[in-house]
C-alpha cells in the first residue's frame, strides 16, 4: 500500500530565521496563517555558550508586523541534547520558551492552532519567531512548516 502523505506538499518548509549568530537576538519576518489548519515552528539552536535563549512567538495583522503582539499559550516540545537523544520531551505550555544553560544543540517546536493562540477576530493570522540577545556563539535557525485547510492546484503563499 502507497502511503498517503508527502511532507513537501502537505507541510512544505517555509524559512523564518537561517542559520546565524545570536549575539543581538532576531525577529523574522512575518508568515500568514490564514489558510492554515496547523503550523509548527521548529527552532534549532547550537548553544555554543551558556548564555540562555528565549524564544518568542509573535503575532501581527499582517506580513509587515502591524500591532505585533505575543501570541497566546501553545504546546511546545524540546530534545535538550540531540548529539544523545531524538526524543522530543513535552514542555508546559506558554507563549515562550527559554532554553537552559546547557552548552548543547537542541530543537524546539512550538504547535500553533490558529484558533486557539491567535487573536483571529481582531485580525492576528501572522507569525512571527523572536530570539532574544545571547552570544555570539549560540546559533539559531527556525523553519515554519504549514498544515494547510485548503486543496487545489496551488497552495496559498505564507508571504502575503
Known amino acids: 500500500m502507497a502511503r498517503q502523505f508527502s511532507m513537501p506538499y502537505q507541510i512544505p518548509p517555509v524559512s523564518l530565521l537561517p542559520p546565524a549568530a545570536d549575539a ?8 500568514d496563517l490564514l489558510n492554515a489548519m496547523k503550523a509548527y515552528v521548529v527552532v534549532h539552536i547550537n548553544q555554543g555558550n551558556a548564555a540562555q535563549v528565549t ?5 501581527a495583522q499582517d506580513v509587515n508586523g502591524t500591532n505585533a503582539k505575543a501570541v497566546g499559550v501553545m504546546p511546545i516540545w524540546l530534545t535538550a541534547a540531540t548529539a544523545t537523544s531524538d526524543a522530543l520531551a513535552v514542555q508546559t505550555p506558554a507563549a515562550t520558551f527559554q532554553t537552559s544553560a546547557a ?5 524546539v ?3 500553533i492552532t490558529p484558533e486557539m493562540c491567535l487573536d483571529l477576530v481582531n485580525g492576528f493570522h501572522t507569525i512571527a519567531v523572536q530570539t532574544s540577545a545571547s ?3 549560540n546559533i539559531t535557525a527556525a523553519e515554519l512548516f504549514i498544515l494547510g485547510s485548503y486543496q487545489g492546484a496551488s497552495d496559498p503563499s505564507s508571504y502575503v
Not at 524564544?55 to 503575532?59: E, F, H, N, V
Open 24 to 31: 543581538g537576538g532576531r525577529t523574522s519576518s512575518y508568515r
Open 55 to 59: 524564544l518568542s512567538i509573535l503575532q
Open 103 to 107: 552548552v548543547a544543540d537542541k530543537i
Open 109 to 111: 517546536v512550538f504547535e
Open 135 to 137: 552570544n555570539a556563539a
